[in-house]
């Protein structure tokens, strides 16, 4: 079985900053790409943050500049730096990752999500 566990979501003043961290475990062969998703109330779920197994990432307009996601493969960990949050960033922030599992059939591909960790910025 393989699942991604978030965290470092917490209640954040306007301007500040968290850090969250999402962890793969599981039979694990490979991570392709890993990102960080938000879903605000009554609003779709939008793709906040990506990177891929070679380090390229790709962000949201509305996050360019402020956050930062990075990845440690050897702990099959992905982070979100979130700098100057603002109210607007208040969401469940989700973490999803495309990877490859061991069966007994050969490497599957499955994309998997986290359960979910709130972030709440409010003064």
């Known amino acids: 079985q393989v699942q991604l566990v978030e965290s470092g979501g917490a209640l954040v003043q306007p301007g500040g900053s968290l850090r969250l961290s999402c962890a793969a475990s599981?039979?694990?062969?490979?991570?392709?790409?890993m990102g960080w998703y938000r879903q605000a109330p009554g609003k779709e779920r939008e793709l906040v943050a990506g990177?891929?197994?070679?380090?390229?990432?790709n962000y949201a307009d509305s996050v360019k500049g402020r956050f930062t996601i990075s990845r440690d493969n050897a702990k099959n960990t992905v982070y979100l730096q979130m700098n100057s949050l603002k109210f607007e960033d208040t969401a469940v922030y989700y973490c999803?990752?495309?990877?490859?599992?061991?069966?007994?059939?050969?490497?599957?591909?499955?994309?998997?999500w986290g359960q979910g960790t709130l972030v709440i910025v409010s003064s």
């Open positions: 999803n990752s495309h990877l490859s599992i061991a069966t007994s059939l050969g490497p599957r591909l499955l994309e998997v």
């Open positions: 599981g039979n694990i062969v490979s991570i392709n790409d």
């Open positions: 990177i891929t197994s070679s380090g390229s990432t």
